[in-house]
Antibody, heavy 122, light 107 residues
């Protein structure tokens, strides 16, 4: 079955860059899927961060786009999140996810990673 | 971008029907999906394209759409349905938005 596994530091210092990767197994990363990142601050709701299509096209949350880069490495079956200039407000559980849909309007998240808590603190 | 609004909480007795709404001006032109999230777990897709149910999701879960509001319904609520529920939609520019979430309490 499809598995997504996040990895990366659990603690990041303020102003530094948060970097996470997601390893994909049980699914082709070059088929017609999108690959995304979603986060959830402790006790709060879900926030979409951004999405990458396997061909490299990216879509970002307008509120984060100046600080975010998402990329895919098809040869390693991984995709990554780079969030710059972090503050305490970026503390959250970060989920990687597979999105499916025939076009941008029909995208839904059909597979989620287990999530990883990243704390931004000195 | 656009916004989706959900009630913070809904309470229902076992065996009754729970309805959770999600409102947004963009919804007449976009599809909505629903996710169930239990404490400490990743969300699970329970409804997509307003009313389609993924395989393995109980038939008591359903969705509907009318104008600027989509509704998620659970008929014959069970204790195991207690969870947070999120609506989600995406637009033609690629932006994806989640509603604020609704905590369903089974009394």
């Amino acid at each position: 079955q499809v598995q997504l596994q996040e990895s990366g530091p659990g603690l990041v210092k303020p102003s530094e860059t948060l970097y996470l990767t997601c390893a994909v197994s049980g699914s082709s990363i070059t088929s017609d899927y999108y690959w995304g990142w979603i986060r959830q601050p402790p006790g709060k709701g879900l926030e979409w961060i951004g999405t990458v299509y396997h061909a490299g096209t990216t879509y970002y949350n307008p509120s984060l786009k100046n600080r975010v880069t998402i990329s895919v490495d098809a040869s390693k079956k991984k995709f990554s999140l780079n969030l710059r200039s972090t503050t305490a407000a970026d503390t959250a559980v970060y989920y990687c996810a597979r999105e499916t849909g025939t076009n941008l309007l029909t995208r839904v998240i059909d597979q989620w990673g287990q999530g990883t808590l990243v704390t931004v603190s000195s | 971008s656009f916004e989706l609004t959900q009630p913070p909480s809904v309470s229902v007795s076992p065996g009754q029907t729970a309805r959770i709404t999600c409102s947004g001006q963009a919804l007449p032109n976009q599809f909505a999906s629903w996710y169930q999230q239990k404490p400490g777990q990743a969300p699970v897709l329970v409804i997509y394209k307003d009313s389609e149910r993924p395989s393995g999701i109980p038939e008591r879960f359903s969705g509907s759409s009318s104008g600027t509001t989509v509704t998620f319904t659970i008929r014959g609520v069970q204790a195991e349905d207690e969870a947070d529920y999120y609506c989600q939609s995406a637009d033609s520019t690629g932006t994806m938005v989640f509603g604020g979430g609704t905590k369903l309490t089974v009394l």
